[in-house]
């Protein structure tokens, strides 16, 4: 009788499971690929995947773990303890072709992977993060070695894997073998360091994010230090390649030259040696006109512009130009003339909104700031007003500030802009003292108070307090949009800063801190991340959760019985027709070993680490599942593969191993 109650159950179970997948939609059964960075050229984190939905996410289970190839190199390079080799956090996001997914490595590898298993199927290593001679570690600008993915193109039987080394190389791979591309560049390379205005020191010049395919054009953008160590600083010009032949197609000048439109916001000086304004975030495509949009970052040195007068365009700006031929359509300048590292972080949304009963196409710009930019796809034109408002001005001598900035009229800002006493913690009246006595020492105020030099003879004042901070607000994680509803889902973070100048090489430089408490906690008040669901129909707020508990067990905070208060992390989001899911990096912290004063090692702590599954129309949660690995470090992505669906998460780097994680159901 025993037997038989068990065997009836088991006959039963398997019944059910038949009835659930046959009653499955064909389209939860068919393949559903992410074909990019950001799951389309339109940077949506949309896909249409939905075996997973609200009925069964809360069965979800670790499917397969993929290990980076970087780690058993990085190990066995350390055990010999004579050159320290320290990737960052792991930050690539797959694709999703065909049943395999290609991603790089923080090493700059690429490997292909089987989309249902997690088998490795190829490893190609061009092994740049070695110096000419073999005998050294070559760390790119900024935040060393770390890549945030490849780029796929296809035409007829041919597909191929692009992707961009941190030593600045164009690199084009058969997507079947990962053998270089003979026919491309030089034996499937091109040296991104030759053709530019000025020579590149390779410690200052680098890439971390993927290439865009636009059509058979292959897009490069770079990362270009802000600090201004030399003169001239490199440059950030974006320049378009063949695809086929890794031809060099066209030169976009990011700081406009003699001649060209801009250039006129530049001081003849000023134009000829200033460096930066690069576009390190990932770009944008729409693939039926063959428009790229490029958000354009700060120029050198992006605390001070004494040496640069004027409104410094295509600085802080989004740029539209011709795939093919690189001739510009339009631009809007964001900010003027930079001060605060407020560069736009993350490829804009090219998105489809109703605007008085008709449909527009458009795009959108999230900000550092706190901003989201609307325009018309084709023209430029505001959707919405935008309007300059007048800003406080500099006090430094030789600077020149704008006397307005461009303020859109909608949709409101996503987070906290700017710092008075009303935004201060206030749980107990003890921590808004001691908020306030941590933000005595800084000039403080409204959104682009500019910056002041370190204990100021006129002010008396250590530096400038901003807020959200310069690696606040909106991230390079982007934004979601789910083109069915017209919402746009943005997360940020509240993190004020305190810039400082100080006189370098004769000249004044800056540098930025984040500001807590002695005892690290926020000054402000919560959320300190979050994540806001705009309608894009409508410009409208739908609702705001924060992202994170946050640190609600802190001693001065725990037993007051609040709720989720966000963690100042970034965040990480993607949207299906049914849930949002979404994950969370962990505390990423300078290392105690710094190579030299370009490169600053990080290191990964996990803390909190979890993947949430939301409702769309609400941000209701559907799912936290621990995550035994550890917290994100980069975007999710989300596929179906023979009637399965998987949702891949990396995590790990920054002296943790390197790793993909994937999810999906029993």
């Not at 990932?282 to 001070?304: A, H, I, L, R």
């Not at 409104?311 to 795939?323: C, P």
């Not at 605007?355 to 084709?378: M, N």
């Not at 949002?580 to 600053?600: D, H, K, N």
Request: charge should be neutral; hydrophobic fraction near 40%.
């Amino acid at each position: 009788m025993f037997r038989k109650s068990i065997l009836a159950g088991i006959v039963a179970c398997l019944a059910a499971q038949h009835t659930m997948v046959s009653a499955q939609p064909a389209q939860a059964r068919r393949d559903v690929e992410w074909r990019s960075y950001a799951a389309s050229n339109a940077s949506s984190k949309y896909a249409p995947a939905n075996q997973i939905h609200a009925g069964n996410v809360g069965a979800l289970v670790e499917k397969w773990v993929w290990d980076s190839p970087d780690n058993a190199f990085v190990e066995a390079a350390n055990a010999e303890g004579t050159k320290l080799l320290w990737p960052h956090a792991y930050e690539s996001t797959p694709l999703m072709v065909d049943g395999k997914l290609y991603v790089s490595t923080s090493l700059s590898q690429v490997a292909a992977i089987d989309a249902s298993s997690g088998q490795t199927l190829w490893v190609h290593n061009p092994k740049s993060y070695l110096s000419a001679d073999g005998r050294n570690y070559v760390y790119p600008p900024n935040i060393g070695l770390v890549q945030r993915g490849v780029a796929y193109w296809r035409r007829h039987k041919e597909e191929r894997i692009f992707f961009a080394t941190g030593n600045a190389n164009l690199i084009a791979l058969d997507a079947k073998t990962g053998q270089l591309e003979p026919g491309f560049g030089q034996g499937g390379v091109v040296d991104l360091k030759q053709g530019l205005r000025f020579p590149v020191n390779q410690a200052l010049y680098g890439m971390s994010s993927p290439p865009l395919v636009c059509g058979n054009v292959v897009v490069v953008g770079s990362v270009v230090l802000d600090f201004p160590l030399q003169t001239p600083m490199p440059v950030g010009d974006v320049r378009g390649y063949d695809a086929a032949s890794g031809r060099l197609l066209w030169t976009f000048h990011t700081v406009p030259q003699e001649g060209e439109k801009g250039a006129d916001t530049w001081t003849p000086e000023a134009r000829a040696v200033t460096g930066g304004a690069n576009v390190w975030a990932p770009m944008s495509c729409d693939d039926k006109t063959g428009v790229v949009y490029m958000p354009v970052s700060t120029p050198t040195n992006d605390y001070y512009g004494g040496n640069r007068i004027g409104h410094n365009w295509f600085a802080d700006s989004l740029v539209a130009v011709h795939a093919r031929t690189g001739k510009l359509i339009w631009n809007y300048q964001l900010l003027h003339h930079s001060l605060w590292d407020y560069d736009p972080p993350a490829a804009p949304n090219l998105v489809e909104m109703r605007q008085h009963g008709r449909l527009v196409k458009a795009v959108a710009q999230i900000t550092k700031q706190g901003f989201v930019y609307v325009f018309d796809r084709a023209t430029g034109r505001p959707i919405w007003p935008i309007e300059e408002r007048p800003v406080p001005q500099s006090l430094v001598p030789g600077e020149q500030t704008s006397p307005t900035q461009p303020f859109p009229t909608k949709p409101l800002p996503f987070d906290r802009q700017g710092l008075s006493d009303n935004d201060l913690i206030d749980f107990t009246p003890e921590l808004r003292e001691r908020a306030r006595a941590t933000i005595a020492p800084y000039v403080h105020g409204p959104l682009y108070t500019p910056p002041v030099e370190d204990r100021s003879a006129t002010l008396g004042k250590r530096g400038t307090l901003t807020v959200p901070g310069g690696v606040g607000g909106g991230s390079w994680t982007g934004a979601a949009f789910h083109p069915k509803t017209g919402i746009l889902y943005v997360p940020s973070v509240t993190k004020p800063a305190v810039i400082r100048l100080w006189r370098f090489s004769n000249t004044l430089a800056g540098s930025s801190d984040m500001l807590t408490m002695a005892d690290g906690l926020p000054i402000t008040k919560p959320p300190y991340g979050r994540l806001t669901a705009i309608d894009l129909n409508s410009g409208d707020h739908l609702w705001m959760r924060p992202v994170g508990r946050g640190p609600v067990n802190h001693p001065e905070l725990a037993g007051l019985g609040l709720k989720d208060l966000g963690w100042d992390r970034r965040s990480f989001f993607l949207v299906t027709d049914t849930l949002l899911f979404g994950v969370q990096e962990g505390i990423i912290a300078p290392s105690p070993v710094q190579l030299s004063e370009l490169t600053v090692l990080f290191r990964l702590k996990n803390d909190d680490a979890f993947l949430w599954a939301m409702d769309p129309r609400t941000g209701e949660k559907r799912l936290e599942l621990p995550m035994k690995h550890g917290n994100a470090t980069g975007s999710p992505m989300t596929y179906q593969v023979n009637g399965r669906q998987f949702i891949v998460v990396p995590v790990g780097g920054a002296g943790h191993p390197a790793k993909l994680v994937a999810y999906g159901l029993p």
